[in-house]
């Protein structure tokens, strides 16, 4: 399957996708393409409708495919449409449909029974599966992807993305490298939950990045690896970037829950504080 090209993106651009909440006709979209395939029989090879002569696939037994999705997505409704479906139903919908789908062809004509042989190909129908629903959130403007897993992963803002896409740990400290790869894998959270220890992870990571130089005293620490930046110019602005980092620390509720204290970030604030007043 092609990808479609759309005119408005050719000429204006992709779309931001800025959406953390499905639009209904997004979310319509991808239950109803779920629901078009279980009638083309994409579901035929886990749920098969065996032919009365012989042990052949020729079609789908639809109810234990049903049951099956509501045994596992409880709460779920039917029929399946995305009116009646939270986003986090249908998340678990389109998971579980990744998991299950085969792509059918038409291999033997049983004119007697008014049916068809099929064979199966799962590789072609992970591939084409999650290039439509790609295309649908895209199209959205969905902050989700389907990731080549088959899991909905939030994708965050395109600055954001690169970074993390870039987020390659090589520090040579083991534990540093192990936040940083548990903060990235985090951040992909359709959770919001799981996002805030995403940020608690990176955080935990940067408190131990003022010790790697000096494990005794975080101070000393903080400036032998700013005196090791090059070229020197710089090394001001990396002091005065961490200062700020500081307070954003104290002023919101990353690691520590203080009554009172926000718990989402705001932009940050600026600050003189002298460049031994890291913490």
């Known amino acids: ?63 234990n495919l049903l049951a099956d999705i509501r045994a596992l997505i409880p709460g779920i409704r039917l029929p399946l449409h995305g009116d009646h479906m939270s986003d986090i139903e249908t998340f678990d919908l389109l998971e579980y449909a990744y998991q299950h789908i085969s792509k059918p062809t038409r291999v033997k004509d049983h004119s007697y029974h008014k049916h068809w042989e099929l064979r199966f190909d799962r590789k072609s129908a992970l591939s084409e599966f999650r290039e439509r629903v790609n295309l649908i959130l895209a199209r959205g403007r969905a902050n989700y992807e389907m990731d080549t897993d088959g899991r909905i992963v939030r994708i965050g803002s395109a600055p954001v993305r690169r970074l993390v ?52 005293d975080k101070r000393r620490g903080t400036a032998a690896s700013i005196e090791m930046i090059e070229p020197p110019e710089l090394r001001k602005r990396v002091n005065e970037e961490m200062n700020a980092l500081r307070e954003i620390g104290n002023e919101f509720q990353i690691r520590h829950f203080e009554v009172g204290k926000p718990r989402y970030l705001t932009p940050p604030v600026t600050t003189s504080s002298p460049a031994w007043a890291i913490c």
């Not at 959406?19 to 279980?38: D, H, K, M, Q, S």
């Not at 009638?39 to 020729?58: K, M, Q, S, T, Y």
């Not at 940020?199 to 990571?205: M, N, P, S």
């Open 165 to 216: 896409h870039d987020l390659r740990p090589a520090t040579g400290d083991e534990d540093l490298d192990n936040l940083i790869r548990s903060a990235r894998e985090l951040y992909a959270s359709k959770d919001p939950e799981q996002r805030q220890v995403a940020l608690e992870k990176l955080w935990d990571g940067y408190e131990r990045l003022k010790t790697l130089r000096d494990p005794t």
């Open 1 to 63: 399957m092609a990808d479609l090209d759309f005119y408005s993106d050719r000429v204006q651009g992709p779309e931001p996708r800025d959406r953390e909440e499905l639009p209904e006709n997004t979310r319509n979209g991808l239950v109803g393409a779920i629901v078009g395939w279980i009638n083309l029989h994409w579901f035929a090879e886990r749920f098969p409708e065996e032919c009365p002569d012989g042990n052949n696939v020729c079609g789908t037994t639809v109810g």
